[in-house]
Every structure is written in C-alpha cells, then in structure tokens.
C-alpha cells in the first residue's frame, strides 16, 4: 500500500458508514452502491438517475425492488444548504448538479464517530440507524485504487464558504496532507465483500441506545450505552 494508505489505516484503523435499520444484509449480499450505481442495478434510465440525484436537498426514496432484490431507502439530503453550498462551489466555478453528481457516484465512510454525528444525527431525526464499522486496513488493500479522500464533510454546509468542486476529493497517494485531517472517506460506485471488511454492525435509537445487531449478540447481553 501508498505510505499514506498505511498511514490512515494505522491512525483510523476503523471506518463508519450510516445506513437504514437492517439494510446491512443486503449490503453484504449485493455489496454498498453509490446512489447512481444503485438505481442503475435497480433498473432505472440513465435520464430518471439523473433527474432524482441532481435534485437539491432531496428527501428519502424508496426504489421498489427487482429481480429478488428488496426494497432500497435513499438517505435524505436535508443538511446540505443550497445558499451556502452555491458560494462554495461558486468558488471553483462548479455547477450544482455537477456537484451532486458527483455525491451520487460515491458511497460515504467516516473516519472517526465524531465526524459522522452530525449526518448521524440528521437522520436519527426520523428514527434508527445502523452503523457499520468496517477494518480500513482490509478495505484499502483491497479496494485503494477506488479510495478518495477529503479534509471536509461534503455533504454539510459550514457557516463560512469553502471550495468545492471535483478536487474536493483526492486519491489517497495524492493527498499531501497529514492523514489527520481526513473527514471523510469515499470510494468511487461501489465497495464489494462487505460483510468480509465489516468487524460490527450497531443500531442506534432515536434516544441514544445502542444494540450490537450482527454479529448476532447471544442472549443476556446486555445494550450498549451511547
């Protein structure tokens, strides 16, 4: 691996991901899609792909399942301000859509608990989630070439503008920064094996609680506090 590869995976030796209430056992069998790529496998047009992943602040979605597969739940994305957001992207004379576009080609891993409470919490608003924390080390030996990182959260609006664009994102041998200030972890369409990377899926409660959900907990065991 790129020194800086194995520089993250020393220092954040675990990633999170958020998704819906028991959605991980699709995940481990059809693998975590980015948004475009999920719709696609789902049999929607390149056209209608388009028009839902380039809508600003979109709510939830749920996309009727085919061919065996179970219903999916897109993730709202009430947090991002569209005013705020306008002035970042002003900034590297990038188009809003292009930059939702470029959201929806990713799927979102968290380096820290810290930095993914907030989108946590957004949606905790409407009722559980699960969060799934995967092995970095595995993770990037087996899929580094797909891994691109940022020094901001880009789908949250900071109180002041700052730039984003296509270079919000940088491949991890690109990266001259110290690993520390990675906020967020992307991999471009797809992670596959999950369920080999996965050390731990929790649920999260509206008021807090949380509940190892798989590895299935043996009876007796008792709920974790948050």
Wanted: a neutral charge.
């Amino acid at each position: 691996m790129h020194p800086q590869a194995s520089a993250l995976a020393r220092l954040r030796p675990k990633l999170f991901h958020i998704t819906a209430p028991g959605a991980f056992r699709s995940i481990f069998d059809h693998g975590l899609l980015s948004t475009a790529l999920l719709l696609e496998t789902y049999g929607w047009s390149p056209e209608a792909i388009d028009e839902l992943v380039t809508t600003p602040r979109r709510d939830y979605v749920t996309v009727e399942g085919t061919n065996g597969r179970d219903d999916a739940r897109l993730c709202h994305q009430r947090p991002i301000n569209p005013a705020v957001l306008g002035k970042s992207l002003a900034l590297t004379g990038t188009t809003e859509s292009d930059y939702l576009r470029l959201l929806a080609n990713r799927v979102f891993l968290f380096p820290t608990d810290d930095t993914a409470t907030a989108f946590r919490d957004a949606l905790l608003v409407d009722g559980p989630v699960d969060v799934l924390t995967i092995n970095t080390f595995t993770l990037l030996r087996s899929a580094g070439d797909r891994v691109e990182v940022s020094r901001h959260n880009s789908g949250a609006s900071p109180r002041s503008p700052i730039a984003k664009g296509r270079d919000t994102w940088q491949r991890l041998d690109q990266f001259d920064r110290r690993v520390a200030e990675i906020k967020e972890v992307t991999l471009l369409d797809r992670l596959d094996d999950v369920e080999t990377f996965t050390l731990s899926v929790v649920r999260v409660e509206q008021d807090g609680t949380r509940r190892r959900v798989w590895p299935e907990v043996r009876a007796g065991s008792v709920a974790l506090t948050p």
